[in-house]
């Protein structure tokens, strides 16, 4: 079975930057090595997050080329909002609404979370990569 990975927000925005490391992830989606998704809740956190530094252009502009990648983007549906849900309930204080759905994504497709944040990996509900920031 290939390697499945579920990226966070903050990976794409170290792949866009140049990061080495967030590259291999991207990479692997595009050699077929690995099946790679994103919840669509992360894709507005990274949409967000880059249009305040870069502006909304430039941020709609890899939006754009996210869209056209082979990076599966996972909707939003009763079951990963359920899952999400029960994780915040869990991990009310560690972690965001949008690291539950990361979470979630992850543990309904049996996959490894690729993340920037530690306190997702501390939590040891999924197997994760940690890239440093």
């Known amino acids: ?14 792949y866009f930057a140049g990061r080495e490391d967030a590259r291999e992830y991207i990479e692997a989606a595009y050699s077929g090595g690995a099946k790679v998704y994103m919840c669509e809740i992360n894709v507005a956190e990274f949409l967000y997050n880059y249009a305040r530094v870069f502006g909304w252009d430039a941020a709609l ?16 549906d ?21 690291d539950c759905y990361l979470v979630a994504t992850a543990k309904l497709l049996k ?23």
Do not use: C, F, Q
Request: charged content about 25%.
């Open 61 to 76: 502009a890899r939006h754009a080329l996210v869209r056209s990648s082979p990076i599966t983007v996972v909707e939003v």
């Open 111 to 133: 996959a490894t979370v690729v993340t920037t944040y530690e306190n997702v990996k501390d939590l040891g509900e999924v197997h994760t990569v940690l890239l440093k920031v």
């Open 78 to 98: 009763e079951r990963l909002t359920v899952e999400a849900a029960k994780l915040k309930h869990r991990h009310l204080g560690a972690l965001s609404l949008a």
């Open 1 to 14: 079975m290939k390697r499945r990975y579920v990226l966070d927000a903050g990976v794409l925005a170290l």
